[in-house]
């Protein structure tokens, strides 16, 4: 008649514990959510509270609607004169009503504290009434939380009507001829009747004796039939004592029992030998080979997880002799498709003798695509086997394109072929690209010398970039960016004549008129004029086609650009036979070959420069085109610190233009002339560098931090995207060398020495690219020589070491 209800408080209310215990029991399906059943007429309810803790406790029992029922005092389980354990029994209880029980520290208003929840937990339960005054379950929605919950009742209340009784553990095994899906409990029964004690269940059958093994196959427990459970599956073959039935035991499917997985493998057994009479085949989950089997079975290098389970196939004559016999398996592999798996007897790959798009020839085996015809699915394989001995485990995997997944090891300079895994070898390969030379593989860690290691420098394209390090209000206007042949901005490149900027274009099969020629008076006092050389020694070779009358120079095609760039009135040159000749604006071209011709493009210049934004007409051209009246405009204001960069390509890997001057190599000094007071950037940047060198850095194996230092060490720019980076104030000439000029640093050296590299900043970049094969500095030792010879020319020799000794550590 009526119903107790007992929880158990720990620790002290209000504390961390008690706090978590109080929301514990608030969410709990036993107490919150589950009704309290009782009987019809029931008028009281017994509540058993134990305090544990060390202060009393105050209860109370309100109705939803705040009505109290019962409120009382809990003391102390220390005190003496209180009981431990307190029942509260109320009177008035009403049937399908909703009560909380309040508890909270008990505080003495006579002694200035405050009774109620401020400290306190709660949980709720509503009572129920039954039909016809009788016990009955309440509905399933009332137990439907119980899987989520941490709190679960000890003992099941009689209102459920629910008993727990032990069974008999003696029960008929799996019949002969049927296929038993059963527990993993049942399966060890089942095993251990089959084998009794002669082979464990990881055991091999072949491993005992052939007189116990004549007694396991010849006994009564040795019967046709499968078993599966979640992982494993037994199957026994006797082709002796049910001989009328020999093919009863082909092509049944044998599957663990995996019916939550979308696909599970499947195997089925098409052929066991001709002189096979008994056979044990188990088929083990991947994961549990090592528990079924007895040896794991991790799927090998530079292969995919196992595409079918682990299966051990054992088979036996009549006297229990193992048999190495042919044998033939289907296995249903789905993942497989568009690639032929290979086959792995004892976790051994099969050598390939051949290969083909839907099979391959192993030594001893086949697989082969089973194909749709008999089956009503694709993915099946037939696996035939020549000879397989007498107990063999065996699996499929697929090659692994770790190529394509990017999973292998080759340097960043490096291409991946992907092959198939033999030998424990990986299943592919690494080479170093041209201009590299190494072992091709990354590694594990940066050390010295690993890698693909550059022999040398490639030509390629780099810029100059401008960026502004002061925020700039009303927005920025660069006017001018003057390159320069010196550190110290004396040796102007580019918009130190009246012409203006411009780029050298070639002009293919085009000469230029002998009136045209620039007068030979501009040249009459240059050092390296053909008529002075060739007059000094006319056995010179580049005097065997000089008529000796012509203002011709001696010089390469580069040198002869930066003269015809210092005359206002050249703009065009042309290179034969070594010799160059300047022409002035009125040459024009004309269908008469021979020579090369080199012309001044005042518009390509726009195309050389760029920058992340411009405002109207106010394009990044005109910050190179030499002109004061023209200046490239951000348009976006304020500008933020680095917030708009300006770009000037150097040397574009083509051959076919150049900066006004020759190759970026001859800059060395850089003046940034701004517009405008309001808009001026206080500092400026100046980064030199290829155009690719943020990505190539950022690709590296193991990237590392790029940090500048100039002679004394201080940090200047720690961004990986150019090769040097310099900062300036206002107009100041801005020196874009790279490294310190005169001193020398010797250090380990990595590789041999590159030679011929154009400038201290090249070979820079060589040993930022080298960064993960351990170079940590770089020395650069640039020397010319006259080879004896009685004239002016020289030749000038540069080479990059690189080393993995750290620049601090000089």
Known sequence: SKVSHQFVATGTIGTADAATLATAIQNAAGYSRLPMVVAAGTDEIELTFKNTGDVPVEYRLVTAAGAHVALGTVDTAGTATTAEVQKIATTGIAINTAYELHVSEFRDPLGGGNRGPAAAFSFSFMTAMPEAATMVMPTASAYSALSTLSFFRTQCPKACGVTLEYTCLDYSHCPVFQHCVVSEERMAAEVQFLRQSRVSRAGRVADISQESRLGLLMGSNWYPRVVASDMRVEAVIDTVQYVEASGHFLHHELARDQAHALYHPRVRIEAVGINTAKALIVVAAPGAAGIELGTPRPSPAGFSPWLSDIIRVERFDASAACLEDSAEVQVWAPSAVGTVPRVFVNGAALPVVSAEATQVVFEGATVAATGTEGNHEQGWWTVSFTSLPCSADFALAADVDECALGTHDCDENADCTNQVADNGEPGYTCECRAGYTGDGHAGDSMSIGAGCLQTGYTEETWELVVENLAEVTYGWRVQDVLMYADGQCMEPLNGADETGGYAWVELERSACRDSAEVDAALTADHPDRCSALCAADPTHPLCATYDGTSSELCLPSGPCRTVCASV????????????CQLYTEDCGPSTQGGATTWGK?????????????????????????????????????????????????????????????????????VQVVQAGE???????????????????????????THIQHTLSGSLVDSRPLYTGSFHAAGAACTSVECGTRGVAFFGTPIGEPRQNVPSPCHCKQLCLESVDEGCRSWRVHEFSDVNFSPANAAHTHVTCVLMSTPYSEA
Not at 619 to 640: C, E, F, H, K
Not at 646 to 661: D, M, R, S, W, Y
Not at 679 to 704: C, E, I
């Open 601 to 669: 493009d005042r518009e390509l210049i726009q195309h050389l420069a760029s920058a992340s934004m411009s405002f109207a007409s106010h394009l990044p051209g005109m910050a190179v085109d030499g002109s004061n009246g023209t200046a490239w405009w951000t348009g976006v204001r304020p500008v933020p610190v680095r917030g708009a960069q300006l770009k000037v390509g150097l040397n574009p890997a083509a051959e076919n233009f150049e900066i006004t001057g020759g190759v970026w190599r001859l800059v060395r000094g």
């Open 678 to 704: 309001q808009h001026m950037s206080a500092s400026t940047s100046v980064s030199v560098g290829p155009q690719l060198a943020g990505a190539r850095v950022a690709a590296l194996d193991h990237p590392a």
């Open 568 to 579: 206002a009135t050249c703009s065009y040159i042309t290179m034969a036979d070594g010799r």
